[in-house]
């Protein structure tokens, strides 16, 4: 299955990546979906006829694109029940109106992002400590190579698999798709599995960190 990282990006921007996820089964065809996370009540329609309107909800997540210029980090809005309008404080005295903004960190360390939308009816803020900055290569290496998070799909257990312990252990993060940690787990052994029965059935994100910094990140399906 293909994902689309930037989907809100026109063309080649939206950073398709063919075949990320493997399918238990053989797929002939399929239609692509991109629910829409904004909507809400439809202002005005005759179907609205509790006259609801839309209250907005702040969220975002944020990657780094290039690994060689790791102190511009991009933000994604996922803010949902119609917002109009952004505000980014980016807690380096930076800011900025835009949706999905691109901001450039003056040195490495840790900030707290604020994203405040609003509309006619109201406004929501959301706030969020991010960590900038890189480690050197030797710092990553009792960590190298790569862990395994399999099987992906996956139904009720999920498991990491680790080529080597140390004496620092790895944090494994899940996200759901709005950005939001649901599972955190200190990795102590070569494998750790983790019970995901309780999990609703969907696309979910996943970080590897080490010393606080990620070094490997990736996307689960569970069935």
Same mark, same amino acid.
């Not at 969020?128 to 399999?150: F, H, K, Y």
């Not at 955190?184 to 599995?193: D, V």
């Given at each position: 299955?293909?994902?689309?990282?930037?989907?809100?990006?026109?063309? &080649?921007?939206? #950073? @398709?990546?063919?075949? %990320?996820?493997?399918?238990?089964?053989?797929?002939? /065809?399929?239609?692509?979906?991109?629910?829409?996370?904004?909507?809400?009540?439809?202002?005005?329609?005759?179907?609205?006829?509790?006259?609801?309107?839309?209250?907005?909800?702040?969220?975002?997540?944020?990657?780094?694109?290039?690994?060689?210029?790791?102190?511009?980090? &991009?933000?994604? #809005? @996922?803010?949902?029940? %119609?917002?109009?309008?952004?505000?980014?404080?980016? /807690?380096?005295?930076?800011?900025?109106?835009?949706?999905?903004?691109?901001?450039?960190?003056?040195?490495?360390?840790?900030?707290?992002v604020c994203l405040t939308v609003s509309n006619a009816y109201a406004a929501d803020t959301f706030c969020?400590?991010?960590?900038?900055?890189?480690?050197?290569?030797? #710092? @990553?290496?009792?960590?190298?190579?790569?862990?395994?998070?399999?099987p992906n799909p996956c139904g009720d257990l999920l498991r990491v698999s680790l080529p080597a312990m140390?004496?620092?252990?790895?944090?494994?993060?899940?996200?759901?798709?709005?950005?939001?940690?649901?599972?955190?787990?200190?990795?102590?052994?070569?494998?750790?599995?983790?019970?995901?029965?309780?999990?609703?059935?969907?696309?979910?994100?996943?970080q590897l960190r080490y010393r606080g910094v990620v070094a490997q990140s990736g996307k689960v399906v569970?069935?």
């Open positions: 299955m293909h994902v689309m990282n930037f989907p809100n990006r026109k063309g &080649t921007q939206c #950073d @398709l990546i063919q075949r %990320a996820i493997e399918l238990p089964y053989y797929t002939s /065809g399929a239609n692509a979906y991109y629910p829409n996370y904004r909507l809400g009540p439809v202002d005005g329609s005759a179907c609205d006829s509790l006259g609801i309107n839309n209250l907005p909800v702040a969220l975002f997540r944020h990657d780094v694109e290039d690994t060689l210029l790791p102190l511009a980090v &991009t933000f994604t #809005d @996922l803010s949902y029940y %119609a917002p109009t309008n952004w505000h980014w404080d980016f /807690g380096d005295g930076g800011a900025s109106q835009d949706t999905s903004p691109v901001h450039v960190f003056p040195a490495a360390g840790a900030y707290n969020r400590q991010i960590q900038v900055g890189t480690v050197g290569l030797s #710092d @990553l290496l009792p960590v190298l190579p790569l862990a395994r998070v399999l140390t004496g620092e252990n790895p944090v494994f993060v899940l996200f759901d798709m709005f950005g939001r940690p649901i599972l955190t787990r200190t990795l102590t052994h070569f494998e750790t599995p983790l019970d995901t029965k309780r999990l609703p059935a969907g696309m979910y994100g996943w569970k069935q």
